[in-house]
């Protein structure tokens, strides 16, 4: 995780301490608490995310996609 610019859209709170991934996208009506972070490709909106909260995307990977 950086601290790096990313997008957001207001009204929104994000927390100096916490991490955000440039490709997450966060709003509107956000808040995001102390010491979060937000990983790769995350949306986030109509939340409030508690202290130390971390939230990243996981791949899905089906069976016949493995093959």
Do not use: H, Q, W
């Not at 991934?21 to 010491?35: E, L, Q, R, Y």
């Not at 990983?39 to 109509?46: E, I, L, S």
């Amino acid at each position: 995780f950086r601290r790096v610019l990313f997008r957001s859209v207001e009204p929104c709170f994000i927390d100096e301490t916490a991490e955000v991934d440039p490709t997450a996208k966060i709003g509107p009506n956000v808040s995001i608490g102390a010491g979060v972070k937000v990983g790769y490709g995350v949306r986030v909106k109509d939340a409030i995310v508690l202290d130390g909260t971390v939230l990243e995307v996981r791949p899905l990977l089906l069976a016949e996609e493995m093959s």
